[in-house]
C-alpha cells in the first residue's frame, strides 16, 4: 500500500482551505458605517437634562443636537435614533457598543482624547459659573470661597470647578447630581450659591429665565470646546470622518454659526479640529 505524504506546500494549502470559512466572515466585517447604512439608522446615546444641546419640550426632544443630527441623517441617508441615558452611563456604553456615538456633547479633553475619538468641535465648553439673579455676594469667581457650588456627576465641569478651587486655594463645599437640571432647581431653592458648567448652557438657562438666575463673568475654566465622540478603533473610524465631513460643510456656509446663535445667543469660533487639548 502506498502511503501519501503530503508536502509543507501541499500541507499549508490544505490548511488554508480548512480555516478559510472561518477567516473569512472575520476579513469581510462591516465597518460601523456600513452597519449603520445597511440598518438605515443611527443609535446615539444622549442625555436630555443637558439644555440647550438636549432636553424635553412639552413631551418631545428639542436642542441643538436634535437639530444637528437632523443634517446628519440627511447627509448620510440615516434615520436618527435617540436613547436617553444619565450621563455616568453613557460611556461605559458607548464601549460596550450598546450605540454608535455619544452626542452630550462632551467636553474635549486630553483625558478622553486618550481614550475616544472626538468629531470635530461644534461649540466653546469654558466653564463658568451660574448663580442667582439676586445674589450680590458673588461678584467674580473666587467669591463662591466659604460656599456650596454644584455641578454634575462625572464631568469635565466638575474636573475643572475641582481644579479651579485647588489652584486658588478656596474652601468651597461640592455637591454633585446626577443631571444639571437637578443643580438649577437647588440653585433656584437656594440649596447652593452657584453652579458650574460650560458657558453656552449657562447662558441659556440664564436667558430663559432672567429675573432667576445670572452668569458670573468671566469664565474660570480653561479655553476648551464640545465634541460628538465614539470608539477609537478601525470599526468607527469611516462612521466619525463621515459626520466630520458634515460638520465641516455646515461650519464652512454658516448652517453651525445660525444654529448656535438660535441655541445660545450667540455664534462661537470653533476650530476645524481639535489637535490637543487644554485641560
Do not use: C
Not at 475641582?162 to 443631571?179: D, H, K, M, P, T
Not at 445670572?214 to 470608539?231: D, M, Q, S, T, W
Amino acid at each position: 500500500m502506498t502511503v501519501f505524504t503530503p508536502t509543507r506546500r501541499q500541507a499549508g494549502i490544505a490548511a488554508a482551505a480548512l480555516f478559510a470559512p472561518m477567516l473569512a466572515p472575520r476579513f469581510a466585517q462591516a465597518n460601523n458605517l456600513e452597519k449603520a447604512r445597511r440598518a438605515g439608522e443611527l443609535m446615539i446615546a444622549t442625555e436630555l437634562h443637558f439644555a440647550p444641546f438636549d432636553f424635553t419640550e412639552g413631551g418631545r426632544q428639542v436642542g441643538m443636537n436634535s437639530e444637528l443630527f437632523a443634517e446628519v441623517g440627511r447627509a448620510l441617508n440615516l434615520r436618527i435614533r435617540f436613547q436617553d441615558l444619565p450621563w455616568p452611563g453613557v460611556l461605559p456604553g458607548l464601549e460596550a457598543g450598546r450605540f454608535d456615538l455619544v452626542a452630550g456633547p462632551a467636553t474635549i479633553t486630553r483625558a478622553r482624547m486618550e481614550r475616544y475619538r472626538f468629531t470635530a468641535p461644534i461649540a466653546d465648553a469654558t466653564v463658568a459659573l451660574l448663580k442667582r439673579a439676586n445674589d450680590a455676594s458673588i461678584q467674580k469667581p473666587e467669591d463662591i470661597n466659604g460656599k456650596i457650588v454644584g455641578s454634575a456627576q462625572a464631568t469635565a465641569q466638575l474636573t475643572q470647578l475641582q481644579n479651579f478651587i485647588a489652584a486658588r486655594g478656596l474652601n468651597v463645599q461640592i455637591r454633585e447630581y446626577q443631571s444639571f437640571s437637578e443643580t438649577y432647581a437647588d440653585l433656584a431653592a437656594g440649596r447652593i450659591v452657584a453652579v458650574a458648567n460650560s458657558l453656552p448652557n449657562i447662558a441659556y438657562v440664564a436667558q430663559q429665565r432672567r429675573n432667576v438666575f445670572a452668569v458670573v463673568n468671566p469664565p474660570f475654566g480653561a479655553k476648551v470646546y464640545f465634541g460628538y465622540l465614539g470608539r477609537k478603533d478601525p470599526d468607527t473610524a469611516p462612521l466619525l470622518d463621515a459626520i466630520d465631513g458634515v460638520i465641516d460643510a455646515m461650519r464652512t456656509d454658516g448652517r453651525l454659526a445660525a444654529l448656535q446663535t438660535k441655541w445660545f445667543g450667540q455664534s462661537f469660533e470653533v476650530p476645524a479640529r481639535v489637535v490637543e487639548a487644554n485641560a
